[in-house]
Structures are given as C-alpha cells and as structure tokens.
C-alpha cells in the first residue's frame, strides 16, 4: 500500500491514538502537514576549528589522530586521551567510560568526535564518535510534551522515504525562475535533510516563500469573494458632501482630502468597501468619518459609528451633532448605547428600523440581535483594534452588507499592515493639522518626582487641566484601585487649590460619566486614573500628562496615553515617571522621548521587540508563520503579496496547468482558514 500525502499521520507505522492526538496540537494532521513542519533550527555535527568555538559549546571536530588512544582505568572507570590534529591546531580528547573506543582509532586515521569543548585547555570532553564522512546537520523540530523532536524527526523520515519526489510545486514556475527558489522536493529534502548550512538555508528560503506566498494567495481571494458578494454603489450627493466640507470650522489637511477621496471612491463602487483608516491620536480622524457618514446619508443610506467605550460613544455623538448642526446640515444623530432607560431604547430601535435615525452613535449595542436597519450603507468601527472579530462580522450581517470604515490610532507600519490587515484596503493620514505644538516628552527617575509636580503645579496656575496616570500593576484590581487611590490621596494634599478627581474601573458607570464630564467642563482639575482614559478621550484644555511607572506600559499605550494632550493651543507636556532596570526599558521610554511621530514609533518598537508582540496576534488576526519571520522577511513578505496580487488579476490563472497543485491545495484548505476572517 503506498503512502499519499493527503493520508493522516495514523499511516506511518509508530503512530497510534495517543501520538497522533500529540501531532494534532503541533497542527500536524497529513503526511503533507509532516513533510512541511520544518526543523527551526540545526545541530551541528560539521567540522569546525577549536579557534572558532566558544568555551563550553557542543562541537564536532574532525581531524587526524595525533597521539595514540590511552585508556587509563580507575576501578569500573576509565579515561580514554588522545591527540587529534585539526588543520593546525592541536587539542586533547577524553572520553569517559568508553574505553572500547581505543580499539578503533589508530594515529593518522580521521575521525571525527562530538562534545564538549573546554577552551582553557584546548581539550574536548568527548561524548561520541561519528562517521568521519558526516558533514551533516541534524534537524531539530519544535516539539511538545506529547511528542519528541526525535520522534518527528524519525516520522518525517520514513514519511519522505516513501514519498521523495512526488510533492507538488505550489508555487508557480514562473516564481521559482523569478526568485530563484527550490522545486518543492529539493525543497522538502534541504530543509529536512540538508548535508550543510547552505542547503538548510537555500531550502528554508523556499519554504518561508512558499509559506507566505499561500497566506497572501488566501488573503487575495478572501478579498475577491469579499467584494463580489453583493457591495452597493452609493451614488452619493457630491455637492452636499462638497458643502459640508467647505462649511467646517478649518481646512483639510492634504492627508485628510486624500483619505477622503480614497474613502468616497469606495463608497461610490459597486464593489463592497473594506478599509482600514490609519491615522496617529490627533490626526483628525473623526471628521474623515463623518463625511463618509454624511455622504451615505445623501445617497439615502443609514450611517453607524461604533466606539469601544460608552464615553467614547457619547463624545463622538456630541461632535458630530455639533459638526452637522455649525454646518448647517439637518441630520438625525442618535446615540445607542446600553445605558438607555427601555422606553428610550425602544423608540430609537424602531427610529432605525423605520429609517428616521440617520445616524447612529453607539457601543456593542450596536450588534445586538434586535437592532435592525432601515438601509445601513456605511458601518465605521473606532479604534478596530478593541473589537472582536465577530462582532465585526456581526455589524456586517445586521445590515445589508454596508461598506466597513474601520480606523485605528495604532500605528503599524505600512508595510506590517499589510499583513496584519491583509484583507483590507489601507488609507494613511500621514500628517497632523497645521499650527499643532509638539509635545514635549521627558522622562523623569521616580526621586525626580517633584520635578514633574513643580511642572504641573505651573501649567495649573496658567489655568491648564492635568491627567495623571498610574499602570495596571497586577490582575488584581483590589491592588490597582489601592495603587492609584495613594497617589490621588497625596497629589489632593499636595494641591489644595484645585480639584483631583479619581477615576478607576471600580467606579459605577455613572460615577464614571459624571466624573469625566466634570473635566471636560473644568470643574475637575487634575485627573488621576488608571489606564481608563486611554483611548479618545477630548479635553483640549489638558496640557500635561504624567505617567507613573511608565515602564510597566507597552510604548504604543504610551504614546496613546501621550495624544491625550496636545489637543488644543497650549504647549503641551508628557511626562515619563519610571526607572527602567533594563536596557529594553530604557529604549523604549527614549523612543518616546525621541520622537512623537506614531509611524516612527512603530517602526521603532517593532525593531526592539518583532511583530507578533506588537500587533497581539489573537487581537488583530494577525496569522503566526511556521518558517517564515513577518519582521526579519519582511521584503519577502511584500515579494509575496504583489505576486499572489499579480496572480489573481489574470482572469484565468487557476485553469493554467502550472497552477493547478496550488489551485487544489487552496480549495482544500480554505475552508479550514476562512475561521481567519
Ligand atoms: P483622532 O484622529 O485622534 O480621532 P480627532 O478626529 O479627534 O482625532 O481630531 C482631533 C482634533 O483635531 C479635533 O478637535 C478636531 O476637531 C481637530 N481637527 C481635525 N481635523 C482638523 C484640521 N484639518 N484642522 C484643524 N483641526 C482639525
Ligand atoms: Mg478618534
């Protein structure tokens, strides 16, 4: 009976129930799944030099016999020393315990021996003999608990034993002539079983191109059937949208009219939008939503804007209206969110579904199950980032299918987005509104902290509003809201001329609301908080931020945490409070100190810590590669995108014979990968 590479692992002989469920959790379910499961790294069994190896490394040394094998014993032990000359260099080998090995080397013979190196002495504490012909490394698998590397590395053999030469190439000819990669099965065979490193290289970078070259071919058809599935053209007023813009109190900035532009051409295909709006805290997002809104509005449609936080909710209601009305623009704008009395909510459900709310303001309970719309035509969703997949996907069931505006204040990379996002249009503001003053950012060691107070104490006399911030320091909130309540109780003593409020996630909601308005109107002057006002939040008399223990934050919810200033005409301030004890602390609060441009920041950040951390993977769907390194690969990366891009604009690449391994491996595993989306 011969093997298939579509036959589960259960066919390899050593594979029963319990092995089998071991290599499931690996992702390993096909001999094809075996066979691309690559080693992450090597051991080393070449020759190398005693001059280029570490002290105490693990080596292979192959040389010429030197001295004679002399065995010594001591009772039931033994010592075995010998000389081997390695190209010039001399060095001692002992092995104990082994003393038959003496039998088989005689002086001048080559061998090659495995151990451990002692540098001092220039002696290695041998562990084996190996064939001295072995120039080879051994694969080393990640493995688990229910499954050693040994084991994979064993199954894989006999797997590829019967199945060398018959695996497919995914990735076209054309590509491989392009780019210089492997066929599948040299591929497959370096990767595994490579006789030095630069067959395990060659063949780990076919594997990492293939790898992301699938990913992106998935991501291009998931983005086909996307918008061939029923999008709707808004034919939208271009004059009404053209007034509204004229009317706001301030000009565009050329980032904002490109966006814009982008956003409304969206709008006005058949096809269906899906775009990510990425602009920094500040960049003025909000008003770019608002038009698309408006121009939905214009083409008869209903327009939703969910926002992640109830307040955040509310202050989008409260502007828009406010934008619309200064406008002059007659619109219905209501605001949907849990904490509506029943009565209330009543009424604005059935204003939805009737058609007379054209615009609607709310939180998650926007994708409730009884919410339904008259025609929504546009769903914009704040700060993507904090929603679940599901309730995306929720938002576009709801409705008919509306074009999704999606904006984050989370600056990735450009580049990185595409990743991240890969399904999705992306459309950059680049550029913050004129005439804004920088922040100046500094950080401070904690026994500086009257630094930091003598500076706050003078934007208050200047009639400027503070936050300040404390971490989340552990799980525990009890231990939190402890935290935050010393620093509120000493900063109350320390300025008995203004008014300190305290916010923390204990607080009752209303607590909470009443609270954040009395600073907004001023009537609170310095705001101590736990990480709550993160994300949106307007007040642009606030002139100074202070982070307490500003290393136990991540650098992009600092940055967030630093766009809560900065917002109005006064000089603002960001202040760091922290003492860092690693280096990796320490660059990352200089980062900020450096530079307040988001991009920069991000670009940055990625460079301390590699992208998986920075994005959340669960979070952003952000896919984990098995060769390839998003970061590190990135050119490769975006190689791969323009090519499956290139690929799925001709009309009939899956019906070309080279393509047709590719076209049936994607068939057979879209259906698992759709759960991506
Ligand atoms: P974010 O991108 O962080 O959501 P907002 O949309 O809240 O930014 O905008 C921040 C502030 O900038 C708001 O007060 C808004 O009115 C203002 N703003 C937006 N666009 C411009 C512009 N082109 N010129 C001047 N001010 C602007
Ligand atoms: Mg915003």
């Not at 956003?263 to 008003?287: C, E, F, P, W």
């Not at 969110?337 to 009424?347: D, E, H, N």
């Not at 599901?390 to 990185?416: C, H, V, W, Y």
């Not at 950040?605 to 590190?632: C, H, N, Y």
């Amino acid at each position: 009976m011969s093997l298939a590479l579509e036959d589960p692992v259960s066919a390899l002989s050593g594979v029963g129930e319990k092995r089998q469920a071991a290599l499931r959790d690996l992702g390993i379910f096909t001999i094809e799944d075996l066979l691309t499961y690559y080693p992450f790294r090597y051991e080393d069994l070449g020759a190398r030099r005693p001059s280029e190896t570490l002290d105490g490394e693990k080596v292979t040394f192959k040389g010429i016999v030197s001295t004679p094998a002399v065995v010594r014993r001591f009772g039931k032990r033994s010592q075995t020393v010998l000389g081997l000359l390695i190209d010039r260099e001399n060095i001692r080998v002992t092995f104990f315990n082994q003393p038959w090995v003496a039998k088989n080397i005689e002086v001048g013979q080559e061998v090659a021996v495995y151990g451990t190196y002692n540098a001092a002495k220039a002696a290695l504490s041998a562990i084996k003999l190996v064939p001295a012909t072995t120039d080879a490394l051994d694969p080393i698998y990640p493995a688990s608990k229910g499954v050693k590397a040994k084991t994979i590395a064993d199954l894989v053999e006999q797997a590829w034993g019967q199945l060398r030469g018959q695996m497919p190439n995914l990735v076209p000819q054309h590509l491989r002539d392009k780019y210089r990669l492997l066929d599948k099965n040299q591929q497959i065979e370096w990767a595994h079983f490579p006789k030095d490193s630069a067959e395990a290289k060659a063949g780990r970078r076919s594997a990492a191109f293939e790898e992301f070259f699938i990913f992106q071919m998935r991501l291009q058809l998931i983005k086909q059937a996307d918008q061939s599935f029923g999008g709707q053209p808004l034919h939208y007023d271009k004059e009404a949208v053209a007034t509204l813009i004229d009317r706001l109190p301030y000009d565009l900035t050329a980032a904002q009219k490109r966006v814009v532009g982008e956003i409304l051409a969206d709008q006005h295909d058949a096809r269906h939008m899906n775009r990510l709006l990425q602009g920094d805290v500040g960049s003025g997002k909000t008003v770019v939503a608002a038009i698309a809104m408006y121009a939905a509005v214009t083409a008869g449609c209903q327009a939703a804007l969910m926002a992640p936080t109830e307040i955040l909710a509310q202050q989008h209601a409260k502007s828009l209206a406010k934008l619309f009305d200064q406008a002059g623009i007659d619109l219905r704008v209501e605001l949907l969110t849990s904490g509506l009395k029943a009565a209330q909510r009543r009424q604005i459900l059935t204003d939805l579904t009737n058609g007379d709310i054209d615009i609607v303001i709310g939180t998650h309970a926007l994708v409730q199950d009884d919410v339904y719309f008259h025609h929504l035509g546009l769903a914009v969703i704040d700060e993507q980032h904090r929603f679940g997949v599901k309730q995306r996907s929720k938002l576009r069931e709801g409705g008919m299918n509306p074009d999704i505006l999606a904006m984050t204040a989370t600056p990735i990379p450009r580049t990185l987005s595409i990743t991240a996002y890969g399904e999705m249009e992306v459309s950059v503001i680049d550029e913050l509104p004129a005439g804004r003053k920088q922040i100046i950012t500094s950080q401070l060691s904690q026994r500086q902290f009257d630094q930091a107070l003598a500076l706050m104490k003078a934007e208050l006399a200047k009639g400027a509003q503070a936050y300040v911030v404390t971490p989340l320091i552990e799980e525990s909130e009890t231990l939190d809201v402890r935290n935050v309540t010393e620093v509120y109780q000493s900063l109350q003593a320390a300025l008995p001329d203004y008014t300190v409020g305290l916010l923390h996630g204990r607080l009752k909601k209303d607590d909470k609301d009443t609270l954040m308005q009395g600073f907004k109107d001023n009537q609170v002057q310095v705001l101590v908080a736990t990480t709550v006002v993160e994300v949106g939040v307007d007040v642009p008399n606030a002139s100074i931020m202070l982070i307490l223990d500003a290393d136990r934050f991540g650098l992009a919810q600092l940055h967030q945490l630093r766009g809560r200033v900065g917002r109005g005409d006064r000089q603002s301030y960001t202040v760091l409070v922290a003492d860092p004890k690693t280096d990796y602390g320490k660059e990352r609060l200089k980062a900020l100190v450096d530079t307040t441009d988001g991009f920069e920041l991000a670009q940055r950040d990625l460079e301390l810590r590699g992208a998986g951390d920075i994005l959340g993977t669960k979070q952003s769907g952000m896919p984990e590669f098995q060769v390839g390194d998003p970061v590190k690969d990135l050119t490769m990366l975006t190689i791969a995108q323009q090519e499956a891009l290139s690929l799925v604009r001709e009309s009939d690449w899956d019906n070309q014979v080279e393509n047709q391994p590719l076209v049936t491996y994607l068939s057979k595993t879209m259906a698992q990968f759709r759960h991506f989306d």
